[in-house]
């Protein structure tokens, strides 16, 4: 099974910046397309940003288009998101996910994504 770990989320004042990764496990973790997902309090769980395998297609939510960077480093397991000029909005437990399968463009359904991190806080106070 790969697994999925989740860190550098925190707490931040509106308009700073944040540097999420996840850890991956898995012998063929550089052919899966991976992504972020997000829970904010009392809400459902949404689509934040996607990459595919090669790392060279990637796909954002409207919600944060422009301020935020997802990347991979396939040689050291590790998908990255770069969240700047952040928002009271953008507070949520932030989740990682791959899919498992070789995808040649960014997924953003969540039933396209196979395995879950458990997830980190990212709060955004005004």
């Known amino acids: 099974q790969v697994q999925l770990v989740e860190s550098g989320g925190g707490s931040v004042q509106a308009g700073g910046s944040l540097r999420l990764s996840c850890a991956a496990s898995?012998?063929?973790?550089?052919?899966?397309?991976m992504g972020w997902f997000r829970q904010a309090p009392g809400k459902e769980r949404e689509f934040v940003a996607a990459?595919?395998?090669?790392?060279?297609?990637?796909y954002y939510a409207g919600s944060v288009k422009g301020r935020s960077t997802i990347s991979r480093d396939n040689a050291k397991n590790t998908m990255y998101l770069q969240m700047n000029s952040l928002k009271p909005e953008d507070t949520a437990v932030y989740y990682c996910?791959?899919?498992?399968?070789?995808?040649?463009?960014?997924?953003?359904?969540?039933?396209?994504?196979?395995?879950w991190g458990q997830g980190t806080q990212v709060s955004v106070s005004s």
């Open positions: 898995g012998r063929t973790f550089s052919r899966y397309a």
């Open positions: 990459i595919n395998w090669r790392g060279d297609s990637t």
């Open positions: 996910a791959a899919t498992g399968s070789p995808y040649y463009t960014a997924r953003y359904y969540q039933n396209e994504y196979s395995y």
